[in-house]
């Protein structure tokens, strides 16, 4: 993985090991305390006391502020490239997919999810900017990032295993349960669901998420075992002996995740990597085959006892997206409003969701004919970033195993990422941007330094991306919030205030305001109820489900003519919703009263 020295780039050795150690530790902890969505709706996850914080996911803003200051480091202690060579366009891909979303502002009205989504996707360039900035110059980054990523991985599947084979989701259960019973509140029913479901998330909020990371991340942690048994003696035996723990570590963690998805997207990626393999020459397509029956194998098992009605549900998320964007082809519904359109747009029996589960779905039917350009770039990325690759190279021993499992995991990955929400999971889409740049060869050539505009361009990249921070003291007052709303026994004056203290910090996120109006409606505070209902709908007017409850909360206050508008707007963004002939039907009971 290249030769690594502190006597290359010409900065002090301190300052290079702490721009190292900070990209390693940013890549280390990306899968390990980033596997929720960019957007967690209405949970919390801001960490109280420091075991929380060791335990327990983080808060997704926190994940650009740290690659703004990985890019900061980078662009400070080392001067800038005298010009962006072809491994450049790595970090390209995440500013073209910023650029393209930045359209989808055009008609959103979920400004907290669209910034939030922005944000993500500029922390991801930051990151990719940091190690491409870096690598010409302090080769020691190569190795650093891929232990890094390694170490995670391994640690990611031992959890995984834990969780499902050594009583993890049951200590995990017990616990959840001792703490809502200290804050007298109950455990949500899908939190409960998932835990006895049985399978493994590791780190990661879904299943789902943690098998993507394990199809993206698995190709390279073999050919790592790979290298380290070849260092003991007798090498053949102690190969053998790494990649029969390592594969059935991996091929297990695959199995407990329980994802069908992610062992299609594993059979699609090794027959791209066979397939794209410069040395297999007429050996390509009979491994591709063998390869593409042990995929449909491993799927059959994982299958056993289950349906196809997920793979139908997709369907409807498909053809609804599809009609989003054939109605808005310019723009999109706008950033973040794929969930609100998709209950208005939806067959009336389709199954909720709030993502389309489909890359290219999430792009065209949010920001229109432009998410074509972003799909195609980010889904093109296995096959093309081997491109900037020097030909003599690609057949060199280990540079060739390096390439062609990046390249394996990577076109699993976005295989997957048509069946899945892959790309609004930071942890994953974190280590996606960097796996190209670990796995090329560095280029042994002496980098000039460039002008002093590239490193201020750079730097305020920096500086945006670590401007999510501002959302902490909000993150940290919804949190306390939903610590006081969870309790059976509370003061709905503090609460009130508390939830105007979290929406002054947050002034574009709805979930204050719903937040308490539930707390008051289950508490009988009708009034304040529909006032708050109000507040959240005024920030993101197209939310069916509120508007639903504020109905019912101004029909419980009396007010039959509000009652009846809120139902309007109601049923035309949420036609299928259960609870509409019920409410309906009490409207009219009490309007003839």
């Known amino acids: 993985m290249g030769e690594c020295s502190d006597e290359v780039g010409g900065v002090g050795v301190v300052l290079r090991v702490f721009v190292r150690s900070l990209i390693a530790a940013l890549l280390f902890i990306a899968p390990l305390k980033f596997g929720s969505v960019v957007n967690t709706g209405a949970i919390s996850l801001f960490p109280f006391g420091w075991l929380e914080w060791v335990i327990a996911v983080w808060p997704p803003f926190l994940a650009p502020v740290l690659c703004g200051i990985a890019l900061l480091g980078?662009?400070?202690?080392?001067?800038?490239?005298?010009?962006?060579?072809?491994?450049?366009?790595?970090?390209?891909?995440?500013?073209?997919?910023?650029?393209?979303?930045?359209?989808?502002?055009?008609?959103?009205?979920?400004?907290?999810?669209?910034?939030?989504?922005l944000w993500h996707l500029l922390g991801v360039f930051c990151l990719a900017a940091s190690v491409a900035w870096v690598l010409p110059r302090d080769p020691c980054l190569r190795r650093w990032a891929l232990t890094a990523v390694m170490t995670a991985v391994f640690l990611t599947l031992i959890s995984g295993w834990y969780q499902v084979k050594g009583g993890g989701y049951a200590e995990t259960l017990e616990y959840i349960e001792r703490t809502a019973e200290i804050q007298g509140g109950e455990i949500p029913a899908e939190i409960r669901d998932r835990l006895m479901q049985g399978r493994a998330s590791a780190s990661f909020i879904y299943p789902n998420s943690f098998a993507a990371h394990l199809i993206l991340t698995g190709p390279l942690f073999l050919v790592c075992l790979w290298q380290i048994g070849g260092r003991f003696t007798p090498s053949g035996l102690s190969?053998?002996?790494?990649?029969?723990?390592?594969?059935?570590?991996?091929?297990?963690?695959?199995?407990?995740?329980?994802?069908?998805?992610?062992?299609a997207g594993l059979g699609g990626g090794v027959v791209i990597a066979v397939m794209c393999y410069p040395g297999l020459k007429r050996w390509r397509l009979p491994l591709a085959t063998l390869g593409f029956v042990c995929a449909v194998a491993l799927f059959a098992f994982v299958s056993r006892g289950r349906t196809l009605s997920s793979l139908e549900a997709r369907m409807d998320y498909y053809r609804t997206g599809v009609e989003m964007a054939v109605r808005h082809p310019v723009a999109g519904v706008g950033l973040g409003e794929f969930f609100p359109y998709y209950l208005r747009l939806k067959p009336l029996a389709?199954?909720?969701?709030?993502?389309?589960?489909?890359?290219?779905?999430?792009?065209?039917?949010?920001?229109?004919?432009?998410?074509?350009?972003?799909?195609?770039?980010?889904?093109?990325?296995?096959?093309?970033?081997?491109?900037?690759?020097?030909?003599?190279?690609?057949?060199?021993?280990a540079n060739s195993?390096?390439?062609?499992?990046?390249?394996?995991?990577?076109?699993?990955?976005?295989?997957?990422?048509?069946l899945d929400f892959n790309i609004q999971i930071p942890g994953t889409v974190m280590t996606v941007a960097i796996i190209p740049l670990i796995c090329v060869p560095p280029e042994q050539r002496?980098?000039?330094?460039?002008?002093?505009?590239?490193?201020?361009?750079?730097?305020?990249?920096?500086?945006?991306?670590?401007?999510?921070?501002?959302?902490?003291?909000?993150?940290?007052?919804?949190?306390?919030?939903?610590?006081?709303?969870?309790?059976?026994?509370?003061?709905?004056?503090?609460?009130?205030?508390?939830?105007?203290?979290?929406?002054?910090?947050?002034?574009?996120?709805?979930?204050?305001?719903?937040?308490?109006?539930?707390?008051?409606?289950?508490?009988?505070?009708?009034?304040?109820?529909?006032?708050?209902?109000?507040?959240?709908?005024?920030?993101?007017?197209?939310?069916?489900?509120?508007?639903?409850?504020?109905?019912?909360?101004?029909l419980l206050c009396g007010d039959v003519a509000a009652a009846r508008a809120a139902m309007k707007k109601a049923i035309y963004w949420d036609p299928g919703n259960s609870v509409r002939d019920p409410l309906e039907a009490r409207i009219r009971r009490v309007g003839v009263q």
Request: aromatic share 12%.
């Open 446 to 554: 002496k980098e000039k330094s460039g002008q002093l505009w590239v490193r201020l361009v750079f730097t305020g990249i920096a500086v945006v991306s670590i401007g999510a921070l501002w959302r902490w003291s909000g993150e940290r007052a919804y949190g306390v919030l939903t610590r006081q709303a969870a309790k059976p026994f509370v003061n709905i004056v503090r609460l009130r205030e508390q939830s105007e203290k979290a929406r002054a910090r947050l002034p574009f996120s709805p979930h204050p305001d719903a937040l308490f109006a539930k707390a008051a409606a289950a508490r009988g505070y009708h009034a304040m109820a529909a006032e708050a209902y109000a507040g959240a709908l005024h920030r993101t007017p197209h939310r069916g489900g509120w508007w639903y409850a504020l109905a019912e909360q101004r």
């Open 401 to 418: 195993l390096w390439l062609t499992a990046a390249q394996c995991g990577l076109a699993a990955w976005s295989l997957h990422a048509l």
């Open 350 to 397: 389709a199954e909720e969701t709030r993502a389309p589960h489909n890359v290219a779905v999430f792009f065209v039917s949010q920001t229109g004919v432009w998410g074509v350009i972003g799909a195609v770039v980010l889904l093109a990325l296995p096959i093309g970033f081997v491109s900037f690759v020097r030909p003599r190279d690609r057949l060199g021993g």
């Open 239 to 263: 190969r053998a002996l790494f990649l029969f723990v390592g594969g059935g570590l991996f091929a297990g963690g695959l199995i407990v995740s329980g994802s069908r998805a992610a062992v």
């Open 74 to 117: 980078a662009t400070v202690v080392y001067p800038p490239p005298a010009q962006l060579r072809r491994h450049w366009l790595v970090p390209a891909v995440w500013l073209v997919l910023f650029g393209v979303c930045v359209l989808g502002l055009l008609r959103t009205t979920e400004w907290d999810y669209a910034l939030l989504f």
